[in-house]
Structures are given as structure tokens and as C-alpha cells.
């Protein structure tokens, strides 16, 4: 029989996982994600309402950290690391594509990553929780502290921001 702290673990391991990955990168990440997740097992007697969305919202503080530890070390702000997506650029693809797809493929993830570093910190939030996370809209309002119809405001406008800075080029 699994413990309250395996099953929270099993439950929103991958989730967790690709967020912090979306956000910091990589090399940080395992460290990153197994501080957060013992820092809810933890806690996890203190939890009220929807684990993800109590999750996420260590998970957003842990990587402002993070952030901040790196600014006091090597002197640099948020805005010079930018957005890791690392994990668009290893995903499997389902087919073999040629030289020209390969190609091609690689410039949008490179534009894509581009584009996205130049959102502010809620829009990458609410895309990432959106879209990588597959949080809902009331979940991400919970974790980011926003009311759902403030949150929808926040990622059309991104939306709409990242897709016309896409076709800018």
C-alpha cells in the first residue's frame, strides 16, 4: 500500500517535472523538482484544496528562488536566462522527416524560444501551466493568485502577443 507521499508523487511527478524543465532548464531541474517535491510531502498535512494547483504554486516560489540565488551569484537578473525548452527540441518525433522538415522544425523551435523569453514571467507561467502542464483555467488562477476571468484576459493577450511576434518573424 502506497503512502499519502508516494501517491502525491506518482500523481503529479511528469507534470511537475515538465513545468520546472519549461523554466529553468535541464541541468537545474531534477535538483529543482525533488526540492519542491519534498518541500510538499512535507507539508502535504497542511494541504487545502486542489493539490496541483498547491503544487504549482510551491513550484512557481522554489523557481523564483532558484532565479534570485542565481542573480546574488553570478550578478545577472531573470532576463538573462532565458526560457529553457530544451524539451521541444528533444521530443521524439512520431516519423523520420527529412533534411528540409529537420530544418525547418529547428528554426521554429528557435523562434518559438525567442519569442516566448520575450513574454513577461505571468504569460510564460500561463502558458506553461496551460499548455505543457495542462492545468485549467481555475487551477492556474489558484497557483498565480488571479481571478479566472483576469487569468483568461492574461492568456489571450499572450497568446495573441507570442502569435504575432511569430509571424513578425
Known amino acids: ?91 521524439p518525433e512520431p516519423r523520420e522527416k527529412r533534411p528540409l522538415e529537420e530544418l525547418e522544425a529547428a528554426e521554429f523551435r528557435v523562434l518559438l524560444q525567442r519569442k516566448l523569453a520575450m513574454l513577461s514571467d505571468v504569460e510564460r507561467d500561463v502558458i506553461a501551466f496551460k499548455f505543457t502542464d495542462g492545468l485549467s483555467n481555475i487551477q492556474i488562477a489558484q497557483v498565480l493568485g488571479l481571478t479566472p476571468t483576469n487569468l483568461g484576459v492574461i492568456l489571450h493577450r499572450a497568446l495573441k502577443r507570442l502569435r504575432e511576434s511569430m509571424l513578425d518573424g
Request: charged fraction near 30%; charge should be negative.
Open 1 to 91: 500500500m502506497a503512502t499519502a507521499g508516494e501517491e502525491f508523487f506518482s500523481n503529479h511527478f511528469d507534470r511537475l517535472y515538465a513545468y520546472v524543465r519549461m523554466r529553468v532548464g535541464e541541468r537545474d531541474c531534477e535538483d529543482l523538482v525533488g526540492d519542491i517535491l519534498l518541500r510538499a510531502i512535507e507539508k502535504l498535512d497542511q494541504l487545502k484544496g486542489d493539490p496541483a494547483a498547491w503544487l504549482f504554486a510551491i513550484a512557481r516560489s522554489r523557481i523564483a528562488d532558484h532565479y534570485r540565488r542565481d542573480f546574488q551569484l553570478k550578478g545577472a537578473g531573470m532576463n538573462a536566462f532565458p526560457v529553457q525548452t530544451e524539451m521541444l527540441e528533444q521530443r
